[in-house]
C-alpha cells in the first residue's frame, strides 16, 4: 500500500505544503556537513592560532616547573597557581570552542535556511510504534543509511592509512630524534589527518546530502487528488465573497456605486489607487472626484467601473496625486485642469457610444442617488 501511495505521488509539492513542511522542521540536511565544517573550523584554528598558543603553553609549562619550589605551599597559592594553570588553557581551547560552534550552527543554518522550527524538537510518538521503526530498520532508507556509514567507515581507514603513507618515513619511526622535533611531529600530524580526514568527510557529507534531497523531495510530492482537495480549500464560498462585497460597500461609505457607475473616467493607479471623475456640462464647473480609494476600496470602484463600461485610463501620477489632494463631492485642484481635461477628451474619443448613453443613464440614476 506505501508503494502505491509513492508512485501516485506525481505532482510537485504546492508552496502550502512546503511551507507546513518547513514549520515541522522537515528539511533535507545531512548531519555530516555539520561535522565536516566544525572539523574544518577546528583545522583552521590549529593552523592559525594553536602555533603560537602552543609556543605560550610550551613556555608556561617551562615557567612552571622552574619556579615550583616558589609555589606556596598554602590554600591561596595552590588556588592562585591553578587559577593562572586555567585561564592559560582557556585561552588556548576557547577559541577551537568557539570556532566549531559558529561552524556548526552555519552549518545547520545553511540547511534549514536559519530557521527556528520548535516542533522539530517535540517528542514525535510514531517514533515509538513498532511497525515504524521496522520499517525503518528494514526499508530503503535504512540501507541508504548503511551505506553512508559504510562510506565513513572507509574514511576514517583512509585517514589512517595516507597518514601512515605520508609519516612511515619520519625519523621518529627509526632513529633517535631531537626532543623539539617531537611537538613538530605531533602538530604536522594531527594537520595532516585533520586535513585528509575534512576532505573525505565532504565527499561523504556531499553524496548524503543528495540522497537526502532526494528522499525530501519524494515525500514531498503530493497526488492529483491532494492537489485538488488544496486548490478547492483555496476557493472562496458564495458566502465569503458575498461578505466581501458588502465589506467593499461600508468601505465605500458616501461614494455610491451610482457615482462610480455613472463617472466620465476612472483613473488608476493601476493597482493601488483609482479615483472616479465626473463631469457634467451645464452643471459642473470643473470635473468633480466622485470616489477614490486604495487597494481593496481602488479594486471595487474599478470593478463598478468595469461592469458599467466606464473607461479606465492608467495614469500613475495623475491617480496618486488625485488620491492625495483631492476631495470627494468636491472639484479636481487646479492644477490638475489640463492633465484631466486631455483624459476627457482621450476617453470622449474613444468611447463615444459611453458617453452617448451616459446622459440618459444619469437621467434614470438621480431619483436612486436621491
Known amino acids: 500500500m506505501a508503494d502505491v501511495d509513492k508512485s501516485?505521488?506525481?505532482?510537485?509539492?504546492?508552496?502550502?505544503?512546503?511551507?507546513?513542511?518547513?514549520?515541522?522542521?522537515?528539511?533535507?540536511?545531512?548531519?555530516?556537513?555539520?561535522?565536516?565544517?566544525?572539523?574544518?573550523?577546528?583545522?583552521?584554528?590549529?593552523?592559525f592560532w594553536a602555533p603560537s598558543k602552543a609556543l605560550d603553553l610550551v613556555e608556561f609549562t617551562r615557567s612552571l616547573f622552574e619556579n615550583i619550589d616558589s609555589i606556596t605551599a598554602t590554600q591561596e597559592g595552590v588556588a592562585h597557581t591553578m587559577t593562572h594553570s586555567y585561564w592559560t588553557m582557556a585561552l588556548i581551547v576557547l577559541p577551537l570552542l568557539v570556532a566549531c560552534f559558529f561552524a556548526s550552527f552555519i552549518a545547520e543554518g545553511l540547511q534549514t535556511g536559519f530557521r527556528f522550527t520548535p516542533?522539530?524538537?517535540?517528542?514525535?510518538?510514531d517514533k515509538m510504534n513498532p511497525v515504524s521503526g521496522a520499517k525503518r530498520v528494514f526499508g530503503t532508507k535504512a540501507l541508504k543509511a548503511f551505506l553512508v556509514d559504510f562510506l565513513k567507515f572507509l574514511a576514517i581507514g583512509s585517514v589512517v592509512w595516507l597518514t601512515l603513507l605520508i609519516f612511515l618515513d619520519d625519523p621518529i619511526f627509526?632513529?633517535?630524534?631531537?626532543?623539539?622535533?617531537?611537538?613538530?611531529?605531533?602538530?604536522?600530524?594531527?594537520?595532516?589527518?585533520?586535513?585528509?580526514?575534512?576532505?573525505?568527510?565532504?565527499?561523504?557529507?556531499?553524496?548524503?546530502?543528495?540522497?537526502k534531497k532526494k528522499e525530501h523531495d519524494d515525500d514531498?510530492?503530493?497526488?492529483?487528488?491532494?492537489v485538488k482537495e488544496e486548490r478547492k480549500s483555496k476557493e472562496v464560498s458564495p458566502e465569503v465573497k458575498s461578505a466581501q462585497r458588502k465589506k467593499a460597500m461600508e468601505l465605500l461609505g458616501g461614494q455610491g456605486v451610482t457615482?462610480?457607475?455613472?463617472?466620465?473616467?476612472?483613473?488608476?493607479?493601476?493597482?493601488?489607487?483609482?479615483?472616479?471623475?465626473?463631469?457634467?456640462?451645464?452643471?459642473?464647473?470643473?470635473p468633480v472626484v466622485v470616489a477614490k480609494g486604495e487597494n481593496l476600496l481602488a479594486r471595487r470602484i474599478k470593478i463598478i467601473a468595469a461592469e458599467h463600461e466606464v473607461p479606465m485610463v492608467e495614469n500613475k501620477p495623475v491617480a496618486q496625486t488625485l488620491f492625495a489632494i483631492g476631495k470627494v463631492?468636491?472639484?479636481?485642484?487646479l492644477e490638475l485642469y489640463q492633465v484631466v481635461a486631455e483624459i476627457l477628451a482621450l476617453v470622449y474619443?474613444?468611447?463615444?457610444y459611453y458617453f452617448h448613453r451616459l446622459k440618459a443613464r444619469r437621467l434614470l440614476a438621480k431619483p436612486i442617488a436621491a
Do not use: C, W
Open 220 to 226: 514531498m510530492k503530493m497526488t492529483k487528488e491532494e
Open 8 to 47: 501516485s505521488k506525481t505532482e510537485p509539492p504546492t508552496e502550502k505544503k512546503l511551507s507546513e513542511s518547513r514549520s515541522k522542521g522537515q528539511f533535507a540536511k545531512a548531519p555530516e556537513i555539520g561535522m565536516t565544517m566544525t572539523l574544518l573550523a577546528g583545522l583552521l584554528v590549529i593552523l
Open 349 to 352: 474619443k474613444t468611447h463615444a
Open 259 to 286: 457615482d462610480v457607475a455613472t463617472a466620465d473616467v476612472v483613473v488608476t493607479n493601476p493597482t493601488h489607487y483609482a479615483v472616479a471623475l465626473r463631469y457634467e456640462k451645464g452643471t459642473d464647473l470643473a
Open 174 to 211: 627509526y632513529a633517535v630524534v631531537d626532543i623539539k622535533h617531537l611537538p613538530q611531529f605531533i602538530y604536522k600530524l594531527f594537520v595532516v589527518m585533520f586535513a585528509i580526514l575534512v576532505l573525505l568527510l565532504l565527499i561523504v557529507a556531499i553524496i548524503n546530502f543528495m540522497i
Open 119 to 125: 516542533k522539530a524538537i517535540e517528542p514525535k510518538l
Open 329 to 333: 463631492g468636491s472639484p479636481i485642484p
